[in-house]
């Protein structure tokens, strides 16, 4: 069973949030809006899963920050193609 992360009360229902997440380059922040979250009806706390944070952080570390726009929605943002970090494909060197 699902419970708050704060308070530990089981009285948590799925939202959506807006968040701010700052880029992995530090260059700036951006606002993710319609982000899966718990809110707590018993602390009133809006928070991210650990699954949902690590969904943003993977994303953003692996696609090109600098196309982005300051705010978008959870959903543009999971559907931005990552880059390959390095060409898997490339035998020749
Ligand atoms: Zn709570």
Known sequence: MAFCEWCESINITSDTASVYWE???GTRAIEISQTPSITCLECSMTYQTERVVREIEDQLYLIDCKQ???KLDYKELIKIPRLL???YFDFSS
Request: proline share 11%; net charge positive; no cysteine.
């Open 68 to 70: 982005i726009s300051s």
């Open 85 to 87: 970090k390095k060409n």
């Open 23 to 25: 880029l992995p380059d």
